[in-house]
């Protein structure tokens, strides 16, 4: 059973940055961050493959976000910047075994989610 710890997060201004931390209990697993706001479905942010070599992103959020690993700490960071009110929702990381996708049901294992809020 893998745990996920989350954090980070908070509320920031529209054009300002934060950077959300996903702590994981086990190696060997590819990482991706998801996102739901109210009243909308969850939906797929970025991911990363274990070994940092292949990444994808949503098209909302090309450019704007980065994400990243460190093995030696377990943990995989989502590098938030230029946000936008449209990015105000809970966050959510998730692991799973073998290769990365963009398919929520794909992945096993979920953090306890953390909310953003990007509002003036």
């Known amino acids: 059973q893998v745990q996920l710890v989350q954090s980070g997060g908070g509320l920031v201004q529209p054009g300002g940055s934060l950077r959300l931390s996903c702590a994981a209990s086990?190696?060997?697993?590819?990482m991706a961050w998801f996102r739901q706001a109210p009243g909308k479905e969850r939906e797929f942010v970025s991911a990363i493959s274990w070994s940092g070599g292949s990444t994808y992103y949503a098209d909302s959020v090309k450019v704007r976000f980065t994400i990243s690993r460190d093995n030696a700490r377990n943990t995989v960071y989502l590098e938030m910047n230029t946000l936008k009110p449209e990015d105000t929702a809970v966050y959510y990381c998730?692991?799973?075994?073998?290769?990365?996708?963009?398919?929520?049901?794909?992945?096993?294992?979920w953090g306890q989610g953390t909310q953003i809020t990007v509002s003036s």
């Open positions: 998730a692991a799973k075994i073998g290769q990365i996708t963009t398919v929520l049901f794909d992945y096993q294992y």
């Open positions: 086990h190696r060997n697993y590819a």
